[in-house]
C-alpha cells in the first residue's frame, strides 16, 4: 500500500482505499457538517419570523396609541424568545443589546431613547431622581414608563430635570410641575399640581390618593431630588461636596433620617369633607374609608348607605 502511494499520480485508478474506522470517520463528519448547515438555516428562520412578528407588533402599537410608546427591551427579549420557543427554537441566545440593533437596522423610525439628543442624555440623573429612586419616593400610580411618555409629550420637563441637578430647585419647579400634571392626566389644560388636583377631584372623581401631591408636597419631593442628584454628580470627584440633607426635604430623627412631606396640614385632616368612599353598596368597616377615618358617608360617596355611622 505505501509503494502504491509513493508512486501513485492517481490514487482512484490504483484502487486505494480507506480503512474501515477512517471511512466510517469521514462519514460521519460529513454528515455532522450538513446536519449543522441545515440547524443553522433553520435557527436563522426562525429568528427571522419572530424578529418580523415582534416588528409587527410593536408598528401595531405605534397606531393605536394616542402617544409615542415605549417599548421596554426586557420585555421585547421575553417576547422575542417567547416566539422562539413556539418554533421549538433554542432561547439562550437571545441577547437585548443585539436584538435593539436589529430592531433600529430593520426599523429606522423606531427611535432608542438613548438617542434622543445629549439634552436629555444629560438630563437623566434629574429625571431617575424625581420619578423614583433607592431614596426619593416615586408618585402613586406613576411608573417610569408613564413617566418617559409624560416626557415625551412634554419637552419642556427636560429643562426642568437640567435645572433639578445643576441649578436650584426654585428654578426647575415650573416645569416640573406641568410635567407631574401631564403624568396624572392627558385632557385636562392645568399648569399647576393644585389646580390639577382641584379638577380630578371634582370632576374626574379620583380618589385623594390617585391625583397629585400638593405644591408644597411637591416642592418637597424636588428638594430630595435635587439633593440625590447633586450626589450622583459627585460620585466620580475624589472630594465630595455634600449638602446638609436637613434644608432639602429630610429631618433628623433618632433612628436617622426621615423624610419630610410637607409644611402644611393634610388636607384630609385639615377638611374631613374630602373623605369619600367607593363603596358600590353597602359599607363594609374593612374596605370603607369614611368608617376607616371614623366619619360618616356623605354626597360625595357612592355607598348606598349615606346615613351609616362610623
Not at 438555516?41 to 408598528?59: E, P
Not at 420619578?131 to 409629550?153: H, M, P, Q, R
Not at 410641575?177 to 401631564?182: M, Y
Request: proline share 4%.
Amino acid at each position: 500500500m505505501l509503494a502504491k502511494i509513493a508512486g501513485a499520480g492517481d490514487l482512484v485508478a490504483l484502487e486505494a482505499l480507506y480503512h474501515n474506522r477512517c471511512r466510517a470517520k469521514y462519514i460521519n463528519r460529513v454528515k455532522r457538517v450538513t446536519s449543522l448547515d441545515k440547524t443553522g438555516s433553520d435557527r436563522a428562520r426562525a429568528h427571522g419570523i419572530a424578529l418580523a412578528g415582534l416588528i409587527a407588533n410593536m408598528k401595531t402599537a405605534k397606531e393605536v396609541s394616542d402617544e409615542m410608546p415605549v417599548f421596554k427591551m426586557a420585555h421585547l427579549a421575553r417576547e422575542y424568545s417567547e416566539r422562539l420557543a413556539e418554533m421549538d427554537q433554542p432561547t439562550l441566545d437571545v441577547h437585548s443589546t443585539r436584538l435593539r440593533e436589529r430592531l433600529l437596522e430593520e426599523c429606522p423610525e423606531l427611535e432608542h431613547v438613548g438617542t434622543q439628543g445629549p439634552e436629555k442624555s444629560e438630563s437623566l440623573l434629574g429625571f431617575h431622581a424625581f420619578t423614583g429612586c433607592d431614596t426619593v419616593s416615586y408618585f402613586e400610580g406613576i411608573g417610569k414608563l408613564t413617566a418617559v411618555n409624560a416626557w415625551l409629550k412634554y419637552p419642556g420637563a427636560t429643562d426642568g430635570f437640567k435645572a433639578l441637578q445643576d441649578e436650584t430647585v426654585v428654578q426647575a419647579m415650573g416645569n416640573l410641575e406641568v410635567f407631574v400634571v401631564s403624568t396624572y392626566t392627558r385632557t385636562a389644560s392645568c399648569k399647576t399640581v393644585n389646580e390639577c388636583r382641584r379638577v380630578l377631584f371634582t370632576k374626574s372623581d379620583r380618589q385623594l390618593e390617585s391625583i397629585p401631591p400638593t405644591r408644597d408636597a411637591l416642592e418637597q419631593h424636588a428638594k430630595r431630588a435635587f439633593i440625590q442628584s447633586q450626589v450622583w454628580r459627585q460620585s466620580l470627584e475624589r472630594e465630595q461636596n455634600f449638602l446638609d440633607p436637613a434644608d432639602f426635604g429630610w429631618k433628623k430623627c433618632e433612628e436617622g433620617w426621615e423624610p419630610v412631606w410637607r409644611t402644611i396640614p393634610v388636607a384630609s385632616g385639615a377638611c374631613e369633607a374630602l373623605i369619600k368612599c367607593s363603596c358600590r353598596k353597602e359599607c363594609v368597616p374593612a374596605r370603607c374609608k369614611c368608617l376607616k377615618n371614623g366619619l360618616k358617608c356623605c354626597g360625595l360617596c357612592k355607598c348606598t348607605c349615606q346615613l351609616c355611622t362610623p
